[in-house]
Nanobody
Framework: QVQLVESGGGLVQAGGSLRLSCAAS????????MGWFRQAPGKEREFVAH???????YYVDSVKGRFTMSRDNAKNTVYLQMNSLKPEDTAVYYC?????????????WGQGTQVTVSS
């Protein structure tokens, strides 16, 4: 079992920054693909970014150049640095772990953290 706890959300003005953290417990996540997803009110949950065991990253087009995902294996934690935030980034942000790289299925999820960007 992997427990994931997100933190770092909050209210920020457009153009501001936030750093989300996802602390894992139960297992070491260094070999897992870790992802960030978000869900805005009335919308489906969408993929934001992932980081693989090799530290390679991938981002959805809407956040490229503004968001950076990283991991600290010593702390068993992944981060999402969000800069130049826009009102459309407002959502609940979820961290997830894909324990089997071959399938890429995210099988563990955190409870989410709210990010609100005011205009």
């Amino acid at each position: 079992q992997v427990q994931l706890v997100e933190s770092g959300g909050g209210l920020v003005q457009a153009g501001g920054s936030l750093r989300l953290s996802c602390a894992a417990s139960g297992r070491t996540i260094s070999s897992y693909r870790m992802g960030w997803f978000r869900q805005a009110p009335g919308k489906e949950r969408e993929f934001v970014a992932h980081i693989r065991w090799s530290d390679s990253t991938y981002y959805v087009d809407s956040v490229k150049g503004r968001f950076t995902m990283s991991r600290d294996n010593a702390k068993n934690t992944v981060y999402l640095q969000m800069n130049s935030l826009k009102p459309e980034d407002t959502a609940v942000y979820y961290c997830a772990a894909a324990t089997k790289e071959a399938t890429g299925v995210y099988d563990y999820w955190g409870q989410g953290t709210q990010v609100t960007v005011s205009s």
